[in-house]
């Protein structure tokens, strides 16, 4: 890669990931320098695998969330004054690194202010019956709540500019964050666009990845905010 | 009957708890006040027995037993609310303070100041 990426910030919440992690860091750092992992209060040394594959660490004390965790991680990224574009990762090595560079383009170009990752835009990614159906519920859930024409509304995967980052301040601790976003992007009516990003379910992102069953609490979390 | 009507209005009373909980200096006075009602009410009830029973029939429950059966559940569910509420907002303000601390603990290690270890994480959750 000939230009340099260094405006770019990849922030991964990381909860006992030390198995995968480090790798993941390896791959984005050799295109895009600032890799951000928030350690949830992992038991299992994930914090020296990030810091080993030489990203920046920043550690909760104890185990908050998701959401808490993406929320640090892009409030880290904004103390860094080179830093002009944030993407969100998920640490379990599903999503594809070479969808980063469109996304941060359709940025960069002023297309957008937020670019949000789809499983849905194509049919590389293979996604069970089930966890297909849940999807859709929570896609439908989210299109007739905030208005937004998306394809995938529970993608780990986005990138978004400073004005976004601010206004992403994350109340919803846990899993709920995903449709938080969406919320505070539809209110405040940042220009958004949707990308396709392959997926690639692991047996080891299958086995770390949520259980159906939680739709359910998402659904209470939001309910009862 | 009498006992339907007060016990949809606590059931009710709980959702608006839920949905709006502004003012906490009023919403505390008036928690204070009921609870010197009841208190009240408790000593009276304490005094006269045959009270609780001659209330219950008049709200359409065969004993004063039942009614405070009826009343305990419903109190208890304000209970669960509150202190629910009370635990996310505990929970909104660690938050806040465990993220200053991870930030703050990040910056000083960019900046090679050597810090004292974060005390481990338990891994039992």
Partial sequence: MSITQSDVCVVIPVYNEAAVVGDVVRELRQTYPLVVCVDDGSGDGSSQAVLDAGALLVRHPINLGQGAALRTGIEYAMTLPQVRWFVTFDADGQHDIVAIEPMVELLRTAQAQIVFGSRFLDRRSEIGGAKRAVLRAAIWYTRSSTGLALTDTHNGMRVFDREVAEALDLQMNGMAHASEVLSIVARRKFRYAELPVHIRYTTYSKSKGQPLINGVNILFDLLLK | ?125
């Fill in chain 2, 1 to 125: 009957m009498l006992i339907q009507v007060f016990l949809i209005a606590a059931t009710l009373g709980l959702v608006v708890v839920l949905l709006q909980r502004r003012g906490t200096a009023r919403t505390r006075a008036w928690k204070r006040l009921i609870m010197v009602a009841l208190a009240g009410a408790a000593v009276v009830s304490i005094l006269y027995p045959d009270l609780t029973t001659r209330v219950a029939n008049f709200v359409g429950v065969g004993r004063g037993t039942d009614l405070l059966l009826y009343l305990l559940v419903a109190v208890f569910l304000y209970v669960v609310v509150g202190f629910y509420l009370k635990f996310r907002d505990v929970e909104r303000q660690l938050t806040v303070l465990a993220r200053r601390l991870a930030i703050d603990e990040a910056t000083q290690r960019q900046l090679g100041i050597r810090v004292a270890a974060a005390p481990r994480a338990s891994a039992d959750d």
